[in-house]
Each structure stands twice: as C-alpha cells, then as structure tokens.
C-alpha cells in the first residue's frame, strides 16, 4: 500500500515538473492576430517551435478561438492593462513582439507606450525574458514617422530596461502587402506601379521570415541576444519583380514609376511618401548569405509568390490570413 501510494506521489512530481518544463518554454507571441498573422505563426511553428507552445496575446477572444481550434496557445490580454499582462507573461520565457498597435493607414502613436507597459510588466517578473521585437532599417537621416516609433521601441528596451535580453529584427521592404486591393488586380492586369527608379535595388522580406528568425532566436539567446538583424531574403529591382510577377502568373507583367501615384503620395500620403523616399534613397543592404548560414534559410520572391499562391486569380490578401 505505502509503496503503490509512494509511486503514485513520483508520477504526480514527474507530471507536475512536465509540465512546468513544458510552461517555462512557452512564447508570447504579440500582434500576430491581423492580417499577416498567419504567416508569422507559421514562421514560428518552422523554427521549431510547438503551436501549444505559443501563447497567441489578444482582447479580442473571437480571434484566439479559431487559433485555439489550430492547436495553438492563447491568452486574452489588453496591453494596456498590467493585471492581464501579469497573468499572460506567467510561464513564458520569451515574447516575439510583432506590433504593438494595429496596421492602420493613420499612424497609431500608442505604439511606444504600450510597449512600456509590457517591457514594465516584465521587468516585474522573477525570471528573465528574451524579447525579439519586429523593427525596420533605415538610415537615421531618412526614416519617416512609422520606423522613428520602431527606434524608440529599441531604446526603451534597450536602455530602459536592461535587465531583459533584446533582439530587433529589422524588415525591409514586406512582400505581403502587394497582394492588397489596391496593388493585386492591377500587377494580374500587367501593370505594376512602384514609384523609384526602374534599375533601384529593392531588398524584400517575407513576414513568414520574421517570425522564423524569431523563433530561432528565441531558441539561441546566447548567440542572439542584444543584437540587431537586418531581415531580407531577396534582392531585386522594380523591372525584375514585375518579371518574376508575370513568370509566375503566366501573363506580362511592366513595371510603372507611377509619377502621379508619387505626386499624390506627397500631397497627402504622408507615411507613404516617406517610405517612397526612403527606397528611392536608402543605401543599407543586408547580408542575405549570412542570414542562410546562421538561421538556415530566407525566403526569395520567387518562392513567396509560390507559397502564397499568387498565381492564383481567385485568391484576395484576406486568404492569407485564413
């Protein structure tokens, strides 16, 4: 009787310890709820780490059911409220913060300060965090209003609060947001309007690649911790991505500089412009070689467009995310 009672008690410890081991490795995965979520969660699940693993932060619950039915972990938190982010921290050992505040057109300002609410929320905890945040590049002299947030969101980690292991992830210029309305129908039309220069360098990222970098960071914070990484799987010129459109379309693609696009863009388009300006301007390159050699691998345009199904007509931005 004592020794069926005494194996009972092991099983219980052994179970318990389980699953305390299995809590410490959670990720708190923020702002991957919107329109490319998808393709950071599946960045993440690539790099080696388990949906269950991956505590999905929301306030919306009808957004974490859906992920709940793809076997993925979920809290429902507000980054605005320091209780619900004390219980959404509890068990995780890393957080890939994607965004703090949604993709809108309007610049949201909330950015930073909720960023220190969370960063503060960590900082409380007992045990440390790794923090992997999804930034962008850009020469001091020319980042618009958008990155200069993103900066600010690097200084307060890393001078505010030292005490918590920091990563930034530096985007180029996404490939995903060309499958939007205003920029799909017209590329499967043959026409793709970007406004630089016709032989300027274009260095792309995938958002799926974002999320796969961060998880093999979080996964290796002896060699990535306190460092920045420019992300970029390709790099092409504006002829040579209407190329590769129209090579995986089937149809002609051209590109146009879109000089009254650009005209519009700057009279009242603000956060457009200066992204404008910056591509037109920028001379920061990523080492796409290097990123392969460390993490494994980066996605080239070509390849996005495969995955993500371009060449499909009946296929809108909004599939992406389902």
Not at 77 to 93: K, P, R, V
Not at 208 to 234: E, P, W, Y
């Amino acid at each position: 009787m004592k020794v069926g009672f005494l194996c009972a008690i092991i099983v219980l410890l052994h179970c318990h310890l389980i699953l305390a081991l299995s809590s410490q490795d959670a990720v708190l995965v923020v702002g991957a709820t919107g329109g490319t979520g998808k393709q950071v969660l599946n960045g993440l699940v690539q790099s080696g780490l388990k949906p269950k693993n991956l505590r999905v932060l929301s306030r919306d619950a009808s957004k974490l059911k859906f992920l709940e039915e793809q076997g993925f972990g979920t809290v429902k938190a507000d980054l605005n409220d320091c209780d619900s982010l004390a219980n959404a921290l509890n068990g995780c050992s890393g957080c890939y913060l994607h965004s703090t505040v949604g993709d809108t057109k309007e610049l949201d300002s909330n950015e930073v300060l909720a960023a220190r609410k969370l960063a503060t929320a960590m900082s409380l905890r007992e045990t440390p965090m790794h923090v992997v945040y999804n930034s962008a590049v850009g020469e001091e002299s020319l980042i618009g209003s958008r990155k200069q947030q993103k900066r600010a969101v690097e200084d307060l980690f890393e001078n505010d609060f030292p005490s918590i292991d920091f990563t930034s992830l530096r985007s180029n210029f996404f490939m995903d947001p060309l499958w939007k309305k205003y920029t799909r129908p017209a590329i499967l039309a043959g026409k793709f309007t970007f406004c630089v220069p016709p032989d300027t360098p274009i260095h792309l990222t995938a958002v799926a690649d974002m999320g796969f970098l961060a998880g093999k960071c979080l996964q290796s914070i002896k060699t990535t911790k306190n460092r920045t990484i420019n992300v970029s799987g390709d790099v092409l010129t504006p002829v040579e991505i209407a190329a590769a459109f129209a090579k995986c379309q089937g149809t002609p693609c051209q590109h146009s500089k879109g000089t009254t696009m650009a005209i519009m863009s700057r009279l009242f388009f603000k956060s457009l412009w200066e992204e404008i300006v910056f591509l037109r301007k920028t001379r920061i390159t990523t080492d796409i070689d290097d990123l392969k050699q460390e993490f494994g691998k980066v996605t080239s345009f070509e390849e996005f467009l495969d995955n993500s199904g371009w060449a499909d007509t009946s296929r809108t931005y909004e599939d992406l995310s389902r």
